[in-house]
């Protein structure tokens, strides 16, 4: 392996979401360990992503891919949640509930960029904590949001989900489901997030990511 000197490294700031895959690109290159360029990948395109979990049976909903400005080509269902193919902090993320909401979406393309329609879900919505050990994954936190109402989905609160009998089935339906997912995506080291909904008896994740929770969340919960 070749040294690499001082005066040839660099420090490449990039701003999260869609660039987690310049941190995979370098740990595939100088084979460090953490997340892989393929799995930042999945995890930072949400069509593709639905694509891996659909076809494991793990994201059983309907999810259409808009191709920048070309929404004569859905049929859309509704209720349905439209949001930007690439991005985060739930940017743009919106509720359509009937072919007046779609048609004023419509109106307003073509934006410079792809978005995904997909079902709307039901049930409460949690964000996971969780790290991968050498593709095993290990549980840190669950905290239930807080959600705006409708049209537009925005988180303004957490609360802690307490580990104890009477959360016990709902964190171990979460870790399994997360368990599932980390191998579907190919996660072996490293720290992730995801948000995910559950009501009680089935288990739905809207996205993963291979990095930390956002709004600096760690530092409030799991310093």
Known sequence: RKRIHPEE???????????????????DHYNLIGVRKETADICTDKWLFHQNLHHAGLRDINCNLITAGKTEKINPQF??????????????????????????????????????????????EYGIDGMVLNGK???????????????????????????NDENSLLLSR???FMCKLVKTIKMNNGILHADIIDDGEK????????????HRLHDEFTP
Not at 12 to 18: S, T
Not at 93 to 115: C, T, Y
Request: proline share 8%; charged share 20%; with cysteine.
């Open 9 to 27: 490294m660099v420090v490449l700031p990039v701003p999260i979401g869609r660039y987690l895959i310049s941190a995979g690109s370098l740990n």
């Open 79 to 124: 209720p349905g949640i439209i949001k930007p193919r690439y991005g985060a902090g739930s940017r743009s993320v919106q509720m359509l509930s009937n072919a007046g909401e779609w048609k004023e979406f419509a109106d307003m393309m073509p934006f410079e960029e792809d978005f995904v329609m997909e079902d709307l879900v039901s049930g409460t």
């Open 137 to 163: 994954f290990m549980f840190i936190l669950a905290r239930k949001k807080i959600i705006t109402p409708p049209p537009y989905r925005q988180c303004v609160g957490y609360l802690s989900v307490n580990v």
């Open 174 to 176: 979460l870790s399994g």
């Open 203 to 214: 288990t739905f994740v809207i996205e993963m990511s291979a990095r930390p929770s956002g």
